[in-house]
């Protein structure tokens, strides 16, 4: 369609709509004027669906941050008491450990 004939159309459709205007009851009246009163006053609001959310993942940071900074370090490995009490056998018995090697290498 061309721009005249969008235009044509446009202005054929607002007259009816004029001309019909007239004729709606009361009733229908109000229940229109209440529905679009009602969707103007929802168009004002502004939507606020998105605030649990956005608080939802303040509180994930801020447990994040807090877990974080609060890390408590690993043990340390480096000494265990099974171990050590293993290596002190070895050192008691030194003499034996020796006595073996020198055995396995006559062999």
Same mark, same amino acid.
């Given at each position: 369609?061309?721009t ?6 446009v202005?054929? +459709? ?8 007239? *004729?709606? @009851?009361?009733? *229908? *009246? /109000? ?7 009602? /969707?103007? /006053?929802?168009?004002?609001? %502004? =939507?606020?669906?998105?605030? %649990?959310? *956005?608080?939802?993942?303040?509180? =994930? ?12 370090? !690993?043990?340390?490995?480096?000494? @265990?008491?099974?171990? !050590?009490?293993d290596?002190? @056998?070895? +050192?008691?018995?030194? @003499? ?12």
């Amino acid at each position: 369609m061309s721009t005249d004939t969008n235009k044509a159309f446009v202005e054929k +459709i607002r007259q009816q709509l004029e001309q019909h205007a007239g *004729t709606v @009851d009361d009733a *229908t *009246t /109000a229940r229109l004027a209440a529905a679009r009163k009602g /969707a103007l /006053a929802r168009q004002a609001r %502004p =939507a606020r669906h998105w605030l %649990p959310l *956005t608080g939802l993942a303040a509180a =994930a940071a801020v447990l994040l941050a807090v877990l974080l900074v609060h890390q408590t370090p !690993a043990p340390d490995r480096g000494w @265990d008491p099974l171990l !050590a009490q293993d290596d002190i @056998d070895l +050192i008691e018995e030194l @003499d034996f450990y020796a006595w073996l090697e020198a055995t396995q290498s006559n062999s």
